[in-house]
């Protein structure tokens, strides 16, 4: 079947924004205005499309990132269905706790539109997100939400974004109005004010600016020229000479310098009462790239020699999954991006993650959680492949005769766990599939087994996280499991540098046993991880025992050395040893592997880390005091006090283990008028009287 739609006319675009910013109610106006739903889904009505699980509905948040594809004309087409565009869309959560989706969709996205809240501007999640947006460098446009609610700003929530994201944020758009006053938008390219009128604002009223805000448009429009002129010189000098630049120079130069991520297209609107989203639309099509826009994508082929593929469907393969999905009608999905090449139905790809070849059986276009049936997906194109069996989460599809490994996508690792056990002997076995399941689908849910006690332990981003997967096993895999008390998932690491040997000998009949090893281990910044350097000299090791050295010493980094708990940001430099002819073995160098870096580790000032959170806290004054009084007795460090309306927002780093059961202790301080959100922020050192408490097993 051949294309449909070329790729100049493709845009793969996410949703993303702060907890309750408005997110899914935008993606479910987008759905309506597109066309591919006849009804408009309420998040607060339990019945958005996006949000299709049981939990999203009755918790009224999204934690999956739903894929669809829907189609736009823009307005200014005037209903030319020769300027159709297809839309790939991600409506990702906004909550922490499932960052894991934000990060994964971001990695696959051509662009994104970030929704804020018109009341509160930018929030703690908006800066994370913004961040992932810059590592993986998406070009992306804003959209103040929310401009009916009472207290709605545009001017402070644009401050805010150009204050603490990018100063190059331009407004190419005002409010008429605000709070129940909002009655449209100005568009400041075309200086024209639009009206939305229908029953869900579908019919768009073209109309002069209102006298009122002349003198601010004009100001606003003046503005925006002169950031748009300054990226392209021939626009400047013609701009100088007094010539008024024409709208489709200004889209051009505004385009290039967005998908450059040199400019920041903001719009504004409100999706709840339908009005800018058709715009905001436009402004995807208009300033976001399609896959060609896109610089070639790079990857490695099999000796680790740098490789890249251009989307262009005649080149080899190359798709990277991006998700798992256990889909209650049809098994394990396997959602994934083309990125040159197409995939086909019925042919063999190659998984060159694991080096492992797969046949692609049926594969689907996905409509939130509708399947479409598809016998070929195309260069810069979403899909999901039914009933991969090795494949999981940043594995690397290609053509098999064209091997490629593309970049991973790097996951931040759980803070949070607790111990799980099957209510009864029927759900034991059922419990180590659900559990092995959603490990496949959620890279930042961990799994793992506590050897002395017999005990199942599993670790997340946050009680959410934990509290929503444990309700998944129940209502999809039928699991009834008792739950422990959260733990926080502490580390430990070393202060200075040290080393020490580890000789493992051992003569008792027949064949002996011999392992010597000298090793250094320093410490490395934090969040590195763990570094192994192999500086034998001479052959005083043969080489065929530094892989089983590697691993006694990772061994024996998950033992950890002060109470227990995996050592990290550390290197460890193998710089001597001795072997004996026949009696050297690997587990011999395993073992003296291990006890060396135990001993040199113990040397090396061994602390114990904790998880430190970003917390910020929004309280009426009155209950300030309460609420800093207590922030300072768990250890916290305000940073940052600021008004908005009449509410405080509190900013503070605390540590994980003093945060447990904070919302009830926020609502009984603030009658119960105060909320919180926090993430995770970094790892660091833990007071001496804390981490004896620790080693007690205590905290």
């Known amino acids: 079947?051949?294309?449909?739609?070329?790729?100049?006319?493709?845009?793969?675009?996410?949703?993303?924004?702060?907890?309750?910013?408005?997110?899914?109610?935008?993606?479910?106006?987008?759905?309506?205005?597109?066309?591919?739903?006849?009804?408009?889904?309420?998040?607060?009505?339990?019945?958005?499309?996006?949000?299709?699980?049981?939990?999203?509905?009755?918790?009224?948040?999204?934690?999956?990132?739903?894929?669809?594809?829907?189609?736009?004309?823009?307005?200014?087409?005037?209903?030319?269905?020769?300027?159709?565009?297809?839309?790939?869309?991600?409506?990702?959560?906004?909550?922490?706790?499932?960052?894991?989706?934000?990060?994964?969709?971001?990695?696959?996205?051509?662009?994104?539109?970030?929704?804020?809240?018109?009341?509160?501007?930018?929030?703690?999640?908006?800066?994370?997100?913004?961040?992932?947006?810059?590592?993986?460098?998406?070009?992306?446009?804003?959209?103040?939400?929310?401009?009916?609610?009472?207290?709605?700003?545009?001017?402070?929530?644009?401050?805010?974004?150009?204050?603490?994201?990018?100063?190059?944020?331009?407004?190419?758009?005002?409010?008429?109005?605000?709070?129940s006053a909002f009655e449209g938008v100005v568009d400041l390219l075309r200086m024209k004010a639009y009206h939305f009128e229908g029953e869900r604002g579908e019919k768009i009223i073209e109309l002069e600016i209102p006298e009122n805000l002349a003198k601010e448009a004009k100001e606003r429009r003046h503005e925006l020229i002169e950031k748009i002129v300054e990226q392209d010189d021939k626009l400047m000098s013609e701009y100088l000479e007094g010539k008024e630049p024409s709208l489709e120079d200004l889209k051009r130069v505004l385009r290039k310098a967005t998908l450059a991520v040199k400019l920041i297209p903001v719009l504004t609107g409100s999706s709840l009462k339908n009005k800018g989203v058709q715009l905001m639309l436009d402004a995807a099509i208009d300033f976001l790239p399609s896959p060609a826009d896109m610089p070639p994508t790079k990857g490695i082929s099999f000796k680790g020699d740098p490789m890249e593929r251009h989307p262009i469907d005649s080149e080899p393969l190359a798709a990277l999954a991006f998700k798992i999905a256990a889909d209650p009608f049809v098994g394990s999905l396997t959602y994934f991006r083309v990125y040159s090449g197409t995939i086909k139905k019925g042919s063999y790809i190659l998984n060159s993650t694991k080096d492992k070849k797969e046949r692609i059986g049926r594969m689907v276009r996905m409509h939130a959680n509708q399947r479409e049936e598809v016998d070929e997906i195309y260069a810069g194109d979403l899909g999901a492949i039914v009933g991969l069996k090795d494949t999981t989460t940043g594995d690397s599809l290609c053509d098999p005769e064209n091997p490629i490994i593309l970049e991973k996508i790097v996951f931040p690792t759980p803070v949070i766990s607790i111990k799980i056990e099957p209510k009864t002997k029927a759900d034991q076995e059922k419990m180590g599939i659900a559990l092995r399941r959603l490990g496949e689908e959620d890279p930042t849910f961990k799994v793992s087994g506590d050897a002395e006690t017999g005990e199942t332990i599993i670790a997340g981003m946050g009680e959410l996280h934990l509290d929503v997967l444990v309700e998944r096993m129940k209502r999809e895999f039928g699991v009834e499991s008792n739950v422990g008390r959260p733990q926080v998932a502490y580390r430990e690491t070393i202060r200075q540098e040290a080393d020490a040997e580890g000789k493992y000998i051992k003569q008792s009949g027949g064949r002996g046993q011999y392992g010597h090893v000298r090793l250094k281990v320093e410490p490395?910044?934090?969040?590195?991880?763990?570094?192994?350097?192999?500086?034998?000299?001479?052959?005083?090791?043969?080489?065929?025992?530094?892989?089983?050295?590697?691993?006694?010493?990772?061994?024996?980094?998950?033992?950890?050395?002060?109470?227990?708990?995996?050592?990290?940001?550390?290197?460890?430099?193998?710089?001597?040893?001795?072997?004996?002819?026949?009696?050297?073995?690997?587990?011999?160098?395993?073992?003296?592997?291990?006890?060396?870096?135990?001993?040199?580790?113990?040397?090396?000032?061994?602390?114990?880390?904790?998880?430190?959170?970003?917390?910020?806290?929004?309280?009426?004054?009155?209950?300030?005091?309460?609420?800093?009084?207590?922030?300072?007795?768990?250890?916290?460090?305000?940073?940052?006090?600021?008004?908005?309306?009449?509410?405080?927002?509190?900013?503070?780093?605390?540590?994980?283990?003093?945060?447990?059961?904070?919302?009830?202790?926020?609502?009984?301080?603030?009658?119960?008028?105060?909320?919180?959100?926090?993430?995770?922020?970094?790892?660091?050192?833990?007071?001496?009287?804390?981490?004896?408490?620790?080693?007690?097993?205590?905290?």
């Open 1 to 179: 079947m051949p294309r449909q739609y070329p790729i100049e006319k493709t845009r793969d675009i996410g949703v993303v924004a702060h907890i309750d910013a408005g997110k899914t109610t935008t993606s479910e106006r987008i759905l309506f205005y597109t066309g591919v739903s006849h009804k408009i889904g309420e998040v607060h009505e339990g019945e958005a499309i996006m949000d299709w699980m049981e939990q999203e509905r009755e918790r009224g948040i999204t934690i999956t990132s739903a894929a669809t594809t829907c189609f736009w004309t823009p307005t200014y087409a005037h209903g030319d269905k020769s300027k159709e565009y297809r839309i790939n869309l991600i409506d990702t959560p906004g909550h922490i706790d499932f960052t894991v989706e934000v990060k994964r969709s971001l990695r696959v996205l051509d662009g994104a539109v970030v929704v804020f809240d018109g009341v509160s501007g930018v929030e703690p999640q908006s800066e994370t997100n913004w961040r992932y947006a810059d590592e993986y460098n998406v070009p992306r446009i804003c959209f103040i939400n929310k401009m009916d609610r009472m207290g709605a700003s545009f001017e402070n929530s644009f401050q805010s974004i150009r204050e603490r994201l990018n100063p190059n944020a331009i407004a190419i758009q005002m409010p008429i109005g605000a709070e």
């Open 524 to 699: 490395l910044v934090g969040g590195t991880g763990f570094e192994f350097v192999n500086a034998i000299k001479g052959g005083s090791i043969p080489q065929e025992f530094i892989p089983a050295i590697e691993k006694g010493v990772r061994e024996a980094l998950d033992k950890g050395v002060v109470a227990g708990y995996t050592v990290t940001d550390v290197k460890v430099t193998l710089y001597d040893g001795s072997f004996h002819e026949v009696d050297s073995s690997e587990a011999a160098f395993k073992i003296a592997a291990s006890m060396a870096f135990q001993e040199a580790a113990k040397r090396a000032k061994p602390i114990i880390l904790e998880p430190i959170m970003k917390v910020q806290i929004i309280v009426p004054a009155n209950f300030m005091g309460d609420v800093t009084g207590d922030l300072n007795s768990k250890r916290g460090k305000i940073e940052a006090m600021n008004d908005r309306l009449n509410n405080k927002i509190i900013d503070a780093k605390v540590p994980l283990s003093e945060m447990f059961g904070y919302a009830t202790g926020l609502r009984s301080m603030s009658q119960g008028r105060g909320s919180f959100n926090m993430e995770f922020d970094h790892y660091e050192g833990v007071p001496n009287s804390v981490s004896q408490l620790i080693i007690e097993g205590k905290k």
